[in-house]
Each structure stands twice: as structure tokens, then as C-alpha cells.
């Protein structure tokens, strides 16, 4: 690790004003300072924004607004995701240690950066961290990998549970920086990589996410995250799902099933939900979601038992959610 200079300013202006080209926003430090360690991240400045205005959760509405600093363990805590937003809950408890937990946020939790092997090895060819430099993970070890959105330059998965549950409910990113305040649906937040998978996110140098937020629905409330991993704790998915039913009459009048830990971006499996949509719950409907989730999956030689485990995943939480179960992978 070289060394860097460092400033906490107390203002988003002045930390927008503090970013010069080879400087980078930190937080909670916990997926930065390791890449800094293995060498992957390089920064001559850190410009720390823990002391800028972004904490605050609270109901405006029929949405519930969260500042871009609160520790992913306020927010697992926090009365009205505990109740009416069960999938965010549960992917915050399913993601990291509890030590990592009270120091994560929610805004760097969008913006980590992919755990493959290739990426976090400056020895090794990766499009990620040095563009047009190859992917080694092509034709190395690419088990853990991606079998949705890749390309033919990226097949990295990325690593957030917490982003698979907001695509899930809905939620929006709000954004500022010198180009002013912006919005933008969390579906058109995190980028496929096509042919720059360099450029993970919108966020152009030097804005900041400030919150999300999130509604208060219906199908937020009925809602269950499912995690299946190597080992119980402490590891990142092998394939996660969150679903959210809206459930009338005994037919399915709306559903959303965000799919982790295969693809390259947090993945709506929009196939499925239509596959649910205007069908009663039932094992029958369920294994053709599963099914229709693993539309477009492009499975290399070692990852393919993840088109399976897609299957199984999809239609084990939702029959784990209509039943009423707390069922955890």
C-alpha cells in the first residue's frame, strides 16, 4: 500500500471539491481498504465522507428514506424494515459478519466492487481492473462465476445482497455532485459490462450516492430473501433470490424475483415474474418460475451447475414465502 493523503470534510461540496483525479470517497472502509491492501486500489488522496449529513432512516410517506451513511446493522434494525420490508432485513443479516456489519453503509454496500479471484490479482489479466488487458477467468477457474449478463470481457458475479433486495422492492438511488442532484431507478444503477466492464455503476467521478429510497408496498411486505453459500456464515453467494408476491384472491397480481451470486449485475428475472403473474401459488407455478429464471443463461465449463441451482433456489423461497415460513438458506 503506497502512501495517500487524507481529508474528512464536513460538506458534500467540499468533498466534491477535494476529488481530484486520483483520489476516491471512503466510508466505511471495509471493501476499499482491502483492495487497497491487495493492490487493486491505488488512491494518492482519500477524501473520507463519514462526517457528511447522510445518516437518517424514517418514513416520508408511503416511502421510507435511508441515508447513504447508515450501517447496514441500523438498517437491519430498524422497526419499519423489521416489519414491512422483511427481504431487506433479511439480506443485510445474510450478508458479512456482524463486525463488518456496524461498520458497512448503505451506499458503499452498492458500490462494492466483484469478489473474482482474477480481479483482486494485479499478476493477472483483468478487463475490470485494467481494461483491454484480457480475462482470465475465461478460461481459469470460473466455478464461482457468472452465467447471466456476462460478456465476452466479463463474467465476474457481483457481490451485494443488499442491492438484490432493493432491485426487489423497487427502490431509487438518489445521487449528487457538481453536475447537481439526480435520480435514477436502482434497476439502471449497477451496469452489465459489455465492452467496458471498467465501469460498474452511472456514477460519473466525484458524485456521491446520498440514499435511497425505498415504498412501502404491498408486495414489500410479503417479500423473503434466500441465500445458498459454501459455508453459513461470512461468505458471499453462490446464488441468492429475493421475491415479493402480491398475492389477491389466490392468484399472483404482482411479483418480483431479483436474482444474486450469478450474474454480473444484480439480475431481475423478469421471465419468471411474468410466468407467476395471474397464476395461483402452487409447487407447479413455482418450478416454472424457477425455470424461467434461468432464461439467458450463458453457463461456461465449470458454473453450470448454477442454471440448476437457480431452479431450486427460485422455487424453494417462493414456497418458503407462501407458506409463511422463516425459512434460511
Known amino acids: 500500500m503506497r502512501p495517500f493523503t487524507y481529508t474528512r470534510p464536513d460538506e458534500p461540496a467540499h468533498a466534491w471539491a477535494e476529488l481530484g483525479p486520483d483520489a476516491m470517497y471512503i466510508a466505511g472502509g471495509t471493501n476499499l481498504?482491502?483492495?487497497?491492501?491487495?493492490?487493486?486500489?491505488?488512491?494518492?488522496?482519500?477524501?473520507?465522507?463519514?462526517?457528511?449529513?447522510?445518516?437518517?432512516?424514517g418514513p416520508d410517506g408511503d416511502t421510507l428514506r435511508i441515508g447513504a451513511l447508515v450501517r447496514n446493522s441500523d438498517l437491519a434494525a430498524h422497526p419499519v424494515v423489521a416489519e414491512?420490508?422483511?427481504?431487506?432485513?433479511?439480506?443485510?443479516?445474510?450478508?458479512?459478519?456482524?463486525?463488518?456489519?456496524?461498520?458497512?453503509?448503505?451506499?458503499?454496500?452498492?458500490?462494492?466492487?466483484?469478489?473474482?479471484?482474477?480481479?483482486?490479482?494485479?499478476?493477472?489479466?483483468?478487463?475490470?481492473?485494467?481494461?483491454?488487458?484480457?480475462?482470465?477467468?475465461?478460461?481459469?477457474?470460473?466455478?464461482?462465476?457468472a452465467v447471466l449478463g456476462t460478456s465476452e470481457r466479463c463474467i465476474a458475479t457481483h457481490p451485494s445482497d443488499l442491492a438484490v433486495a432493493l432491485l426487489a422492492l423497487g427502490a431509487r438511488v438518489r445521487i449528487d455532485?457538481?453536475?447537481?442532484?439526480?435520480?435514477?431507478?436502482?434497476?439502471?444503477?449497477?451496469?452489465?459490462?459489455?465492452?467496458?466492464?471498467?465501469?460498474?455503476?452511472?456514477?460519473?467521478?466525484?458524485?456521491?450516492?446520498?440514499?435511497?429510497?425505498?415504498?412501502?408496498?404491498?408486495?414489500?411486505?410479503?417479500?423473503?430473501?434466500?441465500?445458498?453459500?459454501?459455508?453459513?456464515?461470512?461468505?458471499f453467494a453462490m446464488c441468492s433470490v429475493a421475491v415479493a408476491l402480491d398475492v389477491r384472491e389466490g392468484t399472483v397480481h404482482d411479483a418480483r424475483i431479483v436474482l444474486g451470486g450469478v450474474a454480473t449485475t444484480p439480475w431481475r428475472a423478469v421471465a419468471a415474474e411474468t410466468a407467476l403473474i395471474g397464476a395461483p401459488p402452487s409447487t407447479a407455478a413455482f418450478a416454472r418460475a424457477g425455470e424461467a429464471a434461468t432464461e439467458g443463461a450463458r453457463p461456461l465449463r465449470d458454473n453450470g451447475y448454477k442454471v440448476e441451482l437457480i431452479r431450486r433456489v427460485v422455487a424453494r423461497a417462493l414456497t418458503t414465502l407462501t407458506a409463511g415460513e422463516g425459512e434460511r438458506g
Not at 123 to 143: F, I, T, V, Y
Not at 221 to 233: G, I, P, Q
Open 84 to 145: 414491512r420490508l422483511p427481504v431487506l432485513a433479511q439480506a443485510l443479516l445474510a450478508g458479512a459478519s456482524p463486525q463488518l456489519r456496524n461498520l458497512a453503509t448503505l451506499g458503499g454496500n452498492l458500490m462494492q466492487r466483484t469478489r473474482c479471484g482474477y480481479f483482486r490479482d494485479p499478476s493477472m489479466p483483468c478487463n475490470k481492473r485494467l481494461p483491454e488487458s484480457g480475462c482470465a477467468a475465461l478460461d481459469g477457474d470460473h466455478r464461482g462465476h
Open 33 to 57: 481498504v482491502d483492495l487497497m491492501k491487495c493492490g487493486v486500489a491505488d488512491p494518492a488522496r482519500l477524501v473520507d465522507i463519514g462526517g457528511l449529513p447522510l445518516g437518517g432512516i
Open 177 to 235: 455532485g457538481p453536475g447537481g442532484p439526480r435520480e435514477e431507478p436502482i434497476d439502471a444503477f449497477h451496469l452489465p459490462p459489455g465492452d467496458t466492464p471498467e465501469r460498474e455503476t452511472t456514477l460519473v467521478h466525484g458524485e456521491l450516492i446520498t440514499g435511497v429510497e425505498v415504498p412501502l408496498t404491498a408486495l414489500g411486505a410479503h417479500s423473503y430473501y434466500l441465500k445458498v453459500r459454501e459455508r453459513a456464515s461470512f461468505a
